[in-house]
């Protein structure tokens, strides 16, 4: 579960990232040569996803939980947001999604 759970986390920063240095590029005037290591970020995301041993809409759908707290770990950290109780309290839902249809892989 611990090794998963990483993996998720390794491939939502990925994401992020993947999506954020456009995002720095169209909104912030950075230089276009961003697109180069956000096309990389995600193809590494992609590659992550495909690393997992259970069926890719199984994945997809524990990955969105693991997903949310990693957009709000990068809210905070990258953007400086104070986090509210509802982000935690969201984010602890989603969390506690994932695990629960992480646990369910090897019995469906």
Do not use: N, Q
Request: some cysteine; aromatic content about 14%.
């Amino acid at each position: 579960m611990l090794k998963t759970t990483l993996l998720f986390f390794v491939t939502a920063l990925c994401e992020i990232i993947g999506c954020f240095l456009p995002w720095l590029w169209l909104k912030r005037g950075a230089t276009a040569w961003l697109l180069i290591p956000a096309g990389g970020a995600l193809a590494l995301f992609v590659w992550f996803l495909t690393l997992h041993p259970a069926a890719s809409g199984r994945v997809y759908a524990a990955y969105g939980g693991v997903y949310v707290v990693t957009a709000l770990l990068w809210l905070r950290i990258v953007d400086g947001v104070k986090l509210s109780l509802y982000d935690w309290s969201g984010a602890l839902v989603a969390l506690c999604g994932m695990l629960i249809i992480v646990a369910g892989w090897g019995r469906a």
